[in-house]
């Protein structure tokens, strides 16, 4: 199995695991309808582990462009990989979510709001205003690849890196998912938001592309953040892309403290998702 068909069956496998607890929770006369955010947290945790025991080998199960372009920024991935790692992880979290529209496919037109629909495919602010969405997204993301890469610097017995790493998306949405839905993953909010647009969901309303752009952003950089500083703090080995990063953050950040003062209106996004 090439890296591609590894990341595409990957993200595919998180994206059925990760929108079917949201859809689960969200969708009414489901049996898991408003069981709320700690079934959704360990829900997301046991999907990345699922998908990352079953394509590590092949890919090194980044699921993640997050990840992908922090590891290519560390040296850890040619930079000519990128592309290839990211279309495989959109295609698949498309797929997943695809997968989820017919698991579901009579509970789509049982719930009426549109919010509830949007939530299972993608994340969305509890309170809406740029500046502070963003820097949960980068903060989220930042702790994820770091944790990532000390998680990896550990010996554990053999097979246990991906369980832990499933612990550690718990431990993030349980302490800083509240705010955006920790998306700390552009593909998997992209690909299902896109999916949602396309699917003929009854009643589904805006897909919110006005928001789409900060789980974007944000995991790109907060994620290049993470892994440049593992590599200087922890390694010793500080490089010249960890300044760049550093302004991007800088400027981005003022940017959006701009816009935060006038927070986009989000309609039907304070369902639960993640």
Not at 61 to 87: C, M, Q, R, S
Not at 117 to 143: D, M, Q, R, V
Not at 151 to 165: C, E, H, R, S, W
Not at 185 to 203: Q, T, V
Request: hydrophobic content about 50%; overall charge positive; charged content about 10%.
């Amino acid at each position: 199995m090439t890296a591609f068909w590894g990341e595409l069956i990957g993200t595919a496998i998180l994206i059925t695991l990760g929108a079917g607890v949201c859809a689960g929770v969200n969708l009414k006369k489901t049996l898991s309808n408003g069981s709320g955010w700690i079934v959704i947290t360990f829900g997301w945790g046991f999907a990345v582990a699922v998908a990352a025991y079953s394509v590590g080998k092949f890919s090194g199960a980044h699921l993640n462009p997050a990840l992908t372009v922090a590891l290519a920024f560390t040296g850890d991935l040619p930079w000519k990989e990128v592309p290839t790692y990211i279309f495989g992880q959109v295609i698949g979290a498309m797929i997943g979510a695809t997968i989820i529209y017919f698991q579901y496919l009579p509970h789509w037109r049982v719930t009426e709001d549109p919010g509830a629909k949007l939530g299972t495919f993608a994340t969305g602010p509890a309170i809406p205003h740029t500046f502070a969405n963003l820097i949960s997204e980068i903060i989220g993301t930042f702790i994820l690849v770091l944790g990532i890469l000390a998680i990896g610097a550990n010996k554990f017995t053999d097979g246990l890196n991906p369980l832990v790493v499933g612990f550690l998306i718990v431990s993030i949405g349980l302490s800083l998912g509240g705010t955006t839905g920790y998306a700390i993953n552009p593909a998997r909010d992209f690909g299902p938001r896109l999916a949602h647009a396309l699917l003929p969901i009854p009643g589904k309303g805006s897909s919110n592309w006005g928001y789409s752009w900060i789980p974007i952003v944000g995991p790109i950089l907060g994620g290049s953040l993470g892994g440049l500083f593992y590599k200087a703090a922890f390694l010793g080995k500080t490089e010249t892309s960890l300044w760049f990063i550093i302004g991007a953050i800088v400027v981005v950040l003022a940017a959006a403290s701009v816009i935060g003062k006038k927070p986009q209106e989000m309609v039907g996004v304070e369902k639960i998702s993640a």
